[in-house]
């Protein structure tokens, strides 16, 4: 793991705009390499020299903690230059368009691009419009592969396997990127999966995704192997002018997953959960920090994940000899 990749094992795209540009032969590869970054950041000294000549601009226009971290890190640790943008203090405030911005970022010789922001195809506008490799890190409603893969990562690691998993994704299906590439990946990989949440949250026709829909929490519970719990998405909700529910206490009554519910059950579920997490609302504390949660090593998950994406995708950019 300390030299570039090797050139026989290359992803098929230039980009990471969403989980559907991936085959499953990417996810698998992917998969290996963080394998092998899981290692590199075990050892005392967590870096390897891999990405010294490679420059990357985090352009984060939307709210993070993790993600922003997580990739920072992870390029930190493959040994790349990296610039970190912001919206809150970037040109875009004085009436900049996304293009001048990056295409201006991009003169000072930076080759890949990680951009997390507010409106779906951000990403995919990104990357038709300007000459970088562009990693999608969330998209407003549409996707976010890298959780996704770090998702299915995680539960490859904790159950030894994906094909065969049943998964649950409980809550704000409608407004979740999380979920959507999710059920691409998860789907990809050969698990199956349910969704679960009140109609109002759900999305019209998802099923012909080919998952399952349960409204009723008890019954999702003891049909899974593995719920992964969603945040309440509240600065998306009554954006179409609609609330999708009375009040969070009844929400949480519904949907919530308490300690009573998980005995209910009366199996061993891998509790799972993106983050940011509302205690008390979706999760209760009890069950956030139960032995079967895995949503710490899910953000652990996370850094050799997207070593691996960047990585990979820095191999299929050319470079000076
Ligand atoms: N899971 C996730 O995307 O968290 P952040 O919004 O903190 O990056």
Redesign the pocket.
Known sequence: MSERANTSEMLSTDHLLGIQDLGVADIDLIFRTADGFKEVLSRPIKKVPSLRDITIANLFFE??????ISFELAEKRLSADIINFSSSSSSTKKGETLIDTVSNILAMKVDMVVMRHPDPGAAVFLSKHVRACIVNA?DGTHE?PT?ALLDAYSIREKLGRVKGVKVVIVGDILHSRVALSNIHCLKKLGAEVMLCGPTTLMPRHVESLGVRVEHDLDKALRWCDVANMLRIQLERQGSDGISNFPSLREYAMLYGLTMERYDRAGKQITIMH???INRGVEITSQVADHTNSIILDQVENGVAVRMAVIYLLAARIPRAQ
Not at 63 to 68: A, H, L, P, V
């Open positions: 709210n993070s903690t993790r993600t922003r969330g976010h959780q993106p983050g940011p």
